[in-house]
């Protein structure tokens, strides 16, 4: 695929605050990025950056709700966007953080300052392609600091596949039948390095660490019920290797549709909401068997009801770890 030049002078929308949920290795030094690091994200417009297509009300509506991300749909709307690599610098206390600029055509702009929901669409689909083309997993548990840019944004020159350049003679070339929600917007890289991929839907799975074998990966597995108390949804997360040092170092995540629990030496806790009734199934009978539950069905029992009632109140959640009785209480 042919590449353009467009050159960028990005103006300062707004910042978020973010964390690492797990620890990884960044490539911008050879040292390993540990769980809680701060991260922050300019949103920031450029007229220069390829703008959405034209689409309706409803192409865009089903494109802010996932539904169009990897179908073959000639109608399928998308946005393009330009990530920085990221860069080291300080947070207000003068702790290590990252940055990453996130550029969007200026088009995008209005509808962000006044429709809340394609704001938050915008602000997903940052994280999404940060994480797509580094090996972080980031926190959906956002801070929104008073400031319209961590750091100066500075002009730079970007290479963008010449098909999405207006005016240009690739332009009038008919895109691909298969377009992914975000296109591949590419920063100008050396020979060397290879070309980031195309964003993937779906937020890729914490894996399990490799130490574990089977026996202990079934006897420290957590397992969970739910159930409806007042106007709150009660989530039990028994974690039968539960003590204090393991719950300094856990993590927890939790998005309208779905949560995370993450705890060391134990596979990770990650129910999905979002997904079909099917891949809930599925998903759940692949590590669910006779020996964690009385009835194997339990697991993808309580995904299906809990999937059914309202989404998780994020702003409004609450959690309690209850070491004596080994669990997880959360309340959302």
């Known amino acids: 695929m042919s590449k353009t030049p467009i050159a960028l002078k990005p103006t300062a929308g707004f910042c978020i605050k973010t964390a690492t949920l797990h620890p990884a290795a960044f490539p911008l030094e050879p040292t390993l990025i540990p769980v809680g690091f701060k991260v922050f994200v300019n949103i920031a417009w450029d007229h220069n950056v390829p703008p959405p297509p034209d689409g309706s009300e409803d192409a865009i509506q089903r494109a802010m709700q996932g539904q169009d991300v990897d179908q073959r749909n000639p109608d399928g709307w998308y946005v393009p966007v330009v990530v ?3 860069r080291r610098d300080k947070d207000k206390a003068g702790k290590p ?7 969007y055509n200026t088009s995008v702009k209005a509808r962000t300052l006044t429709d809340p929901e394609f704001k938050l669409f915008i602000v997903e689909l940052a994280l999404q392609r940060i994480e797509a083309q580094t090996s972080l997993a980031l926190s ?4 929104t600091p008073n400031i319209a840019s961590k ?11 010449s098909f999405m350049v207006t005016g240009s003679p690739a332009s009038q070339v008919t895109a691909p039948p298969t377009k992914p929600l975000i296109q ?3 920063p100008p890289t050396s020979p060397s390095v290879k070309p980031k991929g195309i964003l993937k839907a779906a937020k890729p799975l914490p ?12 006897q420290s597995r ?7 108390e007042n106007s709150k949804l009660q989530i039990r997360v028994t974690v039968p290797t539960l003590d204090r040092a393991l719950i300094e170092q856990a993590t927890l995540d939790i998005e309208p549709r779905r949560f995370i629990v993450h705890i060391p030496d134990c596979p990770v806790l990650d129910v999905n909401l979002a997904l079909s009734d099917a891949e809930i199934v599925a998903t759940a009978a692949s590590r669910t068997s006779a020996s964690l539950h009385e009835d194997p069905a339990a697991e993808p029992n309580n995904a299906l009801t809990l999937k059914r009632q309202r989404d998780l109140d994020v702003q409004g959640a609450t959690s309690e770890w209850r070491v004596a009785e080994r669990i997880l209480m959360i309340s959302a």
């Open 207 to 218: 894996t399990t660490p490799p130490a574990l074998n089977a026996n202990k990966t079934q």
């Open 184 to 186: 591949e917007v590419i």
């Open 151 to 161: 750091g100066k944004l500075s002009p730079r020159t970007v290479y963008v596949p």
């Open 84 to 86: 920085s690599d990221g």
């Open 140 to 143: 959906r548990q956002i801070g």
């Open 97 to 103: 953080s990252l940055v990453f600029d996130c550029i």
């Open 222 to 228: 957590p397992t969970w019920t739910w159930a409806k």
